[in-house]
């Protein structure tokens, strides 16, 4: 015989080919790819950098404590901790507020009272020719009840 025959009881195996994918190159890849995007990603977003002046001028809100009209939830208007008509608001705040028409007035009202409601007071302070007016609203992390 020329050649060796290959058999079942023969001591040498025959090469078979591995069929599992070996990802460890991929995974190593992947890691770095991801490690460069992070280290570059800052430095793209980053803004034009810009040296500020100071300035030793007074803070902009410098008048005195705002105004506060509460509506509540038996949709009656006060005026600070005073009960007002609709009708005798502008009035009311004008004398509160001296005719400064800047001052700032912070309106509230309860969850209960409608969006309706709620416009009428507003409109009726704007019409009064008071310009900052603002809606105040519980904040997330305050107790029930304050």
């Known amino acids: ?6 058999g079942p009881g023969s ?3 025959r090469y078979k080919p591995m069929a599992e994918i ?3 190159p991929l995974v190593d890849v ?18 034009v950098d810009v040296n500020l002046p100071q300035a030793n001028a007074k803070p ?9 009209i509460t509506v509540n ?3 009656q208007i006060f005026l ?15 004398q509160i507020s001296q005719n400064n028409q800047d001052r700032r007035i912070f309106v509230r009202g309860d969850s209960s009272v409608t ?20 809606l105040l609203a519980k904040q997330p992390d305050s107790a029930p009840g304050q």
């Open 73 to 75: 939830a038996q949709n």
């Open 30 to 47: 992947m890691l770095v790819l991801l490690i460069v995007f992070m280290v570059t990603a800052p430095l793209i977003t980053s803004g």
């Open 22 to 24: 070996n990802v460890t």
């Open 115 to 134: 969006y309706g409601d709620m416009l009428q007071v507003m409109a009726t302070i704007t019409q009064g020719g008071f310009t900052k007016v603002a």
């Open 11 to 13: 001591s040498r195996r």
């Open 80 to 94: 600070q901790n005073s009960q007002v008509q609709l009708v005798n608001l502008v009035s009311t705040l004008q």
């Open 60 to 68: 902009v809100n410098s008048d005195s404590t705002p105004i506060t």
């Open 1 to 6: 015989m020329a050649g060796g025959m290959i």
